[in-house]
């Protein structure tokens, strides 16, 4: 399957302050995207993102909010901005990698903290 | 639009035991439809999916589930617990296969199995 590398793992962050996370993966992909799974909840998909276009945003969050960027087809970063202790959550980057026995796949995830 | 329901946020079984984990679905075309685990601080790893052909569904780790349109049901079961499948499970949905436009992960709530020796 797709080797997916997340960073940062985990960060504690201040309120206020904006953290950018980084999903790195080791072949191309058309479609990345982006979930935030709050504590003890489900996966919600924030965005879709495809290379050379502007990600595509879910229903209740805003690019102001949460930029991404997909400068080519291995490499994608969310920024949480202006974070609030609400922001806390896992937010993981996952990849369709097509009609192969994979589909989808995700990384490890980046455990964020706000205080 | 699509959605998934997991009946149980919790799970007990014990060791041996049969694990049976229920998922229903909606949704307005053929579904595509997938179960992963989740392991303590760790990310989502795919056990199985239907996508077309055979109903019932053989994953990793002895997991199987089956397809049944009739019920709208994707149930996940393993016939004996053990204490490495404690971990969440999520059953999840889409529209249209991998790799096409568009396409997109709907996931349910989540089910916490616990494996009591």
């Known amino acids: 399957s797709a080797v997916i590398s997340q960073k940062p793992s985990r960060d504690i962050c201040q309120r206020g302050t904006s953290l950018t996370i980084q999903c790195q993966v080791d072949?191309?992909?058309?479609?990345m995207f982006w979930y935030r799974q709050q504590p003890g909840q489900s996966l919600t998909l924030i965005a879709t993102?495809?290379?050379?276009?502007?990600?595509?945003?879910e229903s209740g969050f805003v690019i102001d909010k949460f930029p991404i960027s997909r400068p080519n087809l291995t490499f994608s970063t969310l920024t949480v901005s202006n974070m609030s202790p609400e922001d806390s959550s896992i937010y993981l980057c996952?990849?369709?990698?097509?009609?192969?026995?994979?589909?989808?796949?995700f990384g490890s995830g980046t455990r964020l903290t706000v205080v | 639009a699509q959605s998934v329901t997991q009946l149980g946020s919790h799970v007990s079984v014990s060791e041996g035991a049969l694990v049976l984990l229920r998922c229903n679905y909606s949704?307005?075309?053929?579904?595509?439809l997938f179960w992963y685990v989740q392991y303590p601080n760790q990310g989502l790893q795919l056990l199985l999916k239907y996508t077309t052909g055979a109903t019932l569904v053989k994953g990793i780790n002895g997991f199987e589930a089956e397809f049944k349109k009739s019920e709208t049901s994707f149930h996940l079961t393993k016939p004996s617990a053990h204490m490495s499948d404690a971990a969440e499970y999520f059953c999840?949905?889409?529209?249209?296969?991998?790799?096409?436009?568009?396409?997109?992960?709907?996931f349910g709530g989540g089910t916490r199995v616990l494996v009591k020796p």
């Open positions: 949704s307005s075309v053929p579904p595509y």
């Open positions: 996952s990849v369709d990698r097509g009609s192969s026995n994979y589909g989808y796949t």
């Open positions: 993102a495809n290379q050379g276009s502007e990600a595509t945003y």
């Open positions: 072949s191309q992909v058309t479609m």
């Open positions: 999840a949905v889409s529209a249209s296969p991998p790799g096409a436009a568009g396409n997109k992960l709907t």
